[in-house]
């Protein structure tokens, strides 16, 4: 059977200007051929009010709010007497009313009883006294309903993209690969120093929305700041915490200079106009990842969206180098009142809880045992306590077995090592190998630094396979190799991802290690990185490339070079005078005097 989406919308048209829109039809859209069933569907749902309908003589009322629609639908019970006796029927009939006042929809449901006299059904589930009552909303008030459901449902439908940023999704690897299922809450105080018993933490996630409060979390670098955003965002989309009616957005740091309303009216796909409109009346929660405070033009301007759109709440992220990095203030915090928290490294408690996780919860005696060995190996390492190496530890204790890596770069190449499938490298057969995904993922990364028009962090698509295309012509792969082929094993693999034609390193370090990988084949650029001019630009690299080479004094000692140079005045001040007072009058150093707690001191 074929209804049709020409009649459809041929009725559509006529209709125009209705307030209310009813379809009337024999059969639902259920009888319909395979071809024609959803689409007819969804343009009903989409483009009417009620929709009546019977031939199966059961009673079906339903009300249904989809992403794009709002519906009240009626599958009509029968009158034959033939089925008076027959279970598969119902005997009866609907009387439905709309008030169009009140802009609800209110059905009464009858039923015959034993001497062929109708009575209201009290046996329809889930109804009072066979009643049913819904609202209908129509005009604005409907298109807005809709709007909000649209938006949540395409941003809902999103989500599986957020658990990229978590290191196990699409390894293989028996750790959970959804966010939800591996999240670990992390130790966030509001306390911006090292003082923890002063400080007050945060115990659950509802404390950053309940209190409609702006928030700015700082940490350092892989402290977790992406994961704890994105937990965030997809608890108040699925409505696990916040205000259900709110818009929600997610963006960069970077994406704010392109206009958080022109993207929000690109999420909504509606016109400027429209999307300020409902942003006034609903509000919205924004979450802003590695949001820089340092960043005046940023902050003038999210400074003034706020001024702008009062309903609108802001979680952000932010980096610092190190605790005392944190801004003591800003024009945001004194004139928005954003609340200030810090990400701390995490303790015992958290390492034990994510092990728990990776390796399964099984309440045991070899599954405690296991974990407690793992946790205690972890801890007499001098690694970084971040949910990140904390992850590629376990990812590497997993396939390896007992694994004492003697740094953190040595962890991190290890992992790539293994991502890349160096163990299956074949010298003796000619094929793209585990050497030159390096090289030509180092090319990658110098091609993102070294962008003239880009922002550092990703390069366009195509640009990227033009490196590619370069690459395997030198190597005399061109004719064996596809570039998109090999692009899309870098995606598979995890090592690069792509957002809207895009493409960028899954993690910072991955990006930074690729650089150092470049640094030792380009003589060049090492010579850059390691200048006067290169030290505090490229210091990530530096720290990875000494920790894969500790053998590197000229670095070390270059470094201690430029701090001398640099400190000289303070230098001069501690080792040259009598009063360490002295220190606190220095002109050059007026930033020092408002940082440095005296009272700690004395």
């Known amino acids: 059977m074929v209804i049709g989406n020409v009649q459809i919308n041929n009725a559509i048209d006529d209709l125009t200007g209705c307030d209310i829109k009813i379809v009337v039809s024999h059969h639902s859209c259920d009888f319909l051929r395979e071809f024609d069933s959803h689409v007819c569907e969804k343009n009903l749902n989409k483009n009417f009010d009620i929709h009546f309908c019977g031939h199966t003589h059961c009673c079906e009322p339903k009300y249904t709010q989809t992403p794009s629609s709002i519906m009240f639908s009626s599958r009509a019970s029968g009158l034959l007497t033939r089925n008076l006796h027959d279970d598969e029927f119902h005997i009866g009939f609907t009387i439905v009313e709309y008030d169009l006042d009140s802009a609800t929809v209110k059905t009464t449901y009858y039923k015959p009883d034993k001497d062929w006299k109708f009575i209201q059904n009290l046996e329809i589930e889930g109804l009072d006294a066979g009643v049913w009552e819904v609202p209908m909303l129509r005009g604005e008030e409907r298109e807005k309903a809709c709007l909000l459901s649209d938006f949540r449902y395409v941003r809902i439908e999103s989500l599986p993209e957020l658990n990229a940023d978590v290191l196990s999704y699409k390894a293989e690897s028996n750790a959970p690969q959804e966010l939800d299922r591996i ?182 005696d070899k599954t405690h045992s296991t974990v407690r060995s793992i946790v205690k190996m972890f801890q007499s390492l001098n690694l970084p306590n971040t949910p990140l190496i904390v992850s590629m530890f376990l990812s590497l204790i997993e396939k390896m077995g007992k694994y004492m890596p003697q740094n953190d770069a040595i962890m991190i190449e290890n992992f790539i090592e293994n991502l890349l499938d160096k163990r299956k490298n074949n010298p003796k057969k000619k094929e793209f190998d585990y050497g030159n995904k390096v090289d030509l993922l180092s090319d990658i990364a110098f091609g993102i630094l070294t962008d003239e028009d880009g922002d550092g962090v990703s390069l366009p698509s195509y640009k990227v396979v033009e490196i590619i295309t370069r690459y395997l012509q030198d190597c005399h792969f061109e004719s064996l190799y596809k570039s998109t082929t090999i692009l899309d094993s870098f995606y598979t693999k995890g090592i690069l991802i792509e957002d809207h034609n895009y493409v960028t390193f899954r993690f910072n370090c991955f990006f930074e290690y690729f650089l150092v990988k470049k640094m030792e084949a380009d003589e060049a650029f090492r010579v850059e990185v390691t200048n006067k001019f290169g030290l505090l630009k490229f210091a990530n690299e530096i720290r990875l490339y000494t920790g894969l080479h500790r053998g590197e004094g000229q670095i070390l000692r270059d470094t201690i070079d430029l701090m001398n140079e640099e400190f000289k005045n303070l230098i001069n001040m501690v080792f040259f005078t009598n009063s360490i007072d002295r220190l606190f009058y220095v002109p050059d150093l007026k930033v020092l005097q408002s940082v440095i707690d005296v009272d700690k001191i004395a």
């Open 183 to 364: 999240f670990v809450m992390p130790v966030i105080t509001d306390q911006l120093f090292d003082n923890y018993e002063k400080s007050s933490c945060i115990e659950h996630l509802e404390q950053f929305v309940k209190d409609n409060q702006n928030t700015i979390v700082f940490g350092k670098k892989e402290s977790g700041k992406t994961i704890l955003l994105d937990k965030l965002y997809s608890d108040v989309l699925r409505k696990k915490i916040g205000d259900g009616t709110r818009l929600c957005l997610k963006i960069k740091s970077n994406d704010i200079q392109k206009g958080i309303i022109n993207l929000l009216r690109d999420k909504l796909n509606k016109n400027r106009t429209y999307t300020e409109a409902i942003l006034k009346e609903y509000g919205m929660y924004l979450f802003i990842d590695d949001f820089d405070i340092n960043k005046e033009k940023q902050e003038r301007t999210l400074t003034s969206f706020l001024q702008e759109y009062p309903k609108v709440q802001v979680i952000a992220t932010s980096l610092v180098l190190f605790s005392e990095d944190v801004p003591l203030s800003s024009s945001l915090q004194n004139v928005f009142n954003f609340k200030s928290y810090e990400l701390k490294p995490f303790r015992s408690k958290q390492i034990t809880a994510l092990t728990k996780k990776w390796f399964g919860d099984e309440d045991n």
